[in-house]
């Protein structure tokens, strides 16, 4: 099964507004405030009622839009997408939005997960004549849509939705309307906001509070929300299913001042601490964090044990994540750039330190090390989520079980590799006790990478996209 992946997938952020004057400045603004969900290109389509028009480019969004000329985005509603590609995924063609125009009605596509029969699909679409002009699963919908001459409703959208399997939260804007859909499990995070008498749609809560919106609701799963001039309207493709939010988003994936599915991600991340330091004390001196996502958990640790938390790892802000690096290359040279062990702090110590996970094992080898360097007199990793043994279908950086360091080793063997002195995980109990309150609205989380139970499956062949959104 394995074998027949077809690549690496990713994590992506979308935003879209409706009705503003500057949408398309806003837009960026959103972008902005979700770099950390993908670093490698980014987009904007903005609609004047008449027609598309289209921003877009490979980097960082500052760079991306550096030179652009916001006039040429004329109109009160955009949509905007920001992305990081895989080996072989990072091409223009595959950043988004993706425009597509025709003479009956353009659209432009954005999209956050993975579609797992999209190889399936394509090849259905090319027998039909559709002639697929990227690799990546969105462009897919595109066809599925207008497929036999069909108009881009409600009722086209929905069934070109319920052909596809997998965790999609989608943005399809039209010169007079947008759409917004969560796939039937809500492994994907979605939100709806307002600004004033404007609509707001974002993978992250965040991006509300950058613009200064006000968070109204989550699009709920199998949701189809349509905003026009009329105003808002939500109707159903699918049946809401359990829900099954991606733990990642918890974990590492989300920033800390968002919520996702009515939970703030530090609480969630604090708590984890707490639960770990209650299922693995350590005897040591201090507490120390990785930077920046494992920050709140190492807080919760240190709360918890009554074990002093200090500032034992300072990153360097210009340089980017090193989970969603291209190569493992990069990924190693970008740990030795990012992260800076304070010796003064550590020197002499037994240190704690807390990690938000552990993928492929390099990172954690490598600030191991560079504590140790430093004077560390032993290092005992703890990790505020449970292994890592399987790969994620669902459109995050982890798709074959091969690079998984915790799932061909034990953990005896994974702190041998690390160089630690002792590891341990938070439980999938702990877990849960930490994100699942009584405000999650439809509890129920996604914890496949971690338990290999898959809330969505594909019956037949494991076929997985060619690079994700």
Known sequence: MLAEIKGINEECGVFGIWDHEKAAELTYYGLHSMQHRGQEGAGIVASDGMELKSHKGLGLVNDVFKQAKFDHLQGRTAIGHVRYSTQGGKVIENVQPLLFRAQTGSMALAHNGNIMNAYKLRGQLEE????????????????????????????TIGDALNQMVGAYA???????????????????????????????????????????????????????????D???????????????????????????????????????????????????????????????????AAIGFAEESGQPYEMGIIKNRYVGRTFIQPSQALREQGVKMKLSPVRGIIEGKRVIMIDDSIVRGTTSRRIVQMLKEAGAKEVHVRIASPAIQNPCYYGIDMSTRDELIAANNTVEEVAELIGADSLAYLTESGLEKAILTDNTINQGLCTACMTGKYPVKEEGKKEISYTGC
């Open 170 to 228: 989608y943005l399809i804007l039209t010169e007079n309307k947008m759409f917004a859909a969560l796939d039937p499990t809500g492994i994907r995070p979605l939100s709806i906001g307002m600004l004033g008498d404007s609509y707001v749609i974002a993978s992250e809560t965040c991006a509300f509070d950058q613009i200064g919106a006000t968070f109204i609701r989550d699009v709920v799963p199998g949701e189809l929300i349509t905003i026009d």
């Open 128 to 155: 039909q004549g559709s002639i697929l002009q990227t690799s990546s699963d969105t462009e897919v919908l595109a066809h599925l849509i207008k497929r036999d001459g069909q108009g881009i409703n409600e009722e």
């Open 230 to 296: 009329e105003g808002l309207r939500s109707t159903r493709f699918a049946q809401q299913q359990q829900r099954g939010m991606c733990a990642m988003e918890y974990v590492y994936l989300s920033r800390p001042d968002s919520n996702v599915n009515y939970v703030n991600v530090h609480a969630s991340r604090k708590q984890m601490g707490k639960e770990l330091a209650k299922e693995a004390p350590a005897d040591a001196d201090i507490v120390i964090g990785v930077p920046d996502s494992s920050i709140s």
